[in-house]
């Protein structure tokens, strides 16, 4: 199975402050990987797909990029809304792996 | 509008069957594939398998493979995911959710809202 890795697991942040999010594979995915955002007792929802496509809907202040074995969600000026926990999730083969999370907290 | 609806909560006790249903609106029911994704109390998201509602082909994670069966009914537009006795170490909420695919990737998007199972005696 492909492992997948987040860093950091944890991350506090202001108010329009810029973060990155790190996903490691433990081989080659290609551009096979996608971001999600879980709130709170929610659905997660899809953010970016295929590594640096944003979804329909999303605003344009994030952006995901990266290919290979090494992947990052970036995201321009936080807001609110913003705060949750993002997951990555290849698609390279089965079966489909995601990362253990991270939790993006109000500082 | 594209739209998963999963049933609702269940508490069962260990040993009991259980069925839990993603009924899915708003497009071609056939075209894409459903996942389902398990979530434990307080910890990440593992996909458990996914369906072909064309032909109802499964494919499973070894993980879950043996201990869950994935079904579906076309004529109602719902995927099915089912326990014939179910463990304390169940109790989690369980997401369905679409799976697209283009040449070159693959996505989950919709999810269903969840289904929290608790399994306690």
């Known amino acids: 199975d492909i492992q997948m890795t987040q860093s950091p697991f944890s991350l506090s942040a202001s108010v329009g402050d810029r973060v990155i999010i790190t996903c490691r594979a433990s081989q080659n995915i290609s551009g096979y990987l996608n971001w999600y955002q879980q709130k709170p007792w929610k659905a997660p929802s899809l953010v970016i797909y295929a590594a640096s496509s944003l979804q329909s809907g999303v605003p344009s202040r994030f952006s995901g990029s990266g290919s290979g074995t090494e992947f990052t969600l970036t995201i321009n000026s936080l807001q609110p809304d913003d705060f949750a926990t993002y997951y990555c999730q290849h698609s390279f083969n089965i079966p489909v792996t995601f990362g253990q999370g991270t939790k993006l907290e109000i500082k | 509008e594209v739209q998963l609806v999963q049933s609702g909560a269940e508490v069962k006790k260990p040993g009991e069957s259980l069925r839990i249903s993603c009924r899915a609106s708003?497009?071609?029911?056939?075209?894409?594939?459903i996942t389902w994704v398990r979530q434990m109390p307080g910890k990440g998201l593992e996909w458990m398998g996914s369906l072909d509602p064309s032909d109802s082909y499964t494919t499973y994670s070894p993980s879950f493979q043996g201990h869950v069966t994935i079904s579906s009914d076309k004529s109602i537009n719902t995927v099915y995911l089912q326990w014939s006795s179910l463990k304390a170490s169940d109790t989690a909420k369980y997401y369905c959710?679409?799976?697209?695919?283009?040449?070159?990737?693959?996505?989950?998007?919709?999810w269903g809202q969840g289904t929290l199972v608790t399994v306690s005696s």
């Open positions: 959710a679409r799976q697209v695919a283009t040449i070159g990737s693959s996505w989950f998007d919709p």
């Open positions: 708003g497009y071609s029911f056939s075209s894409y594939w």
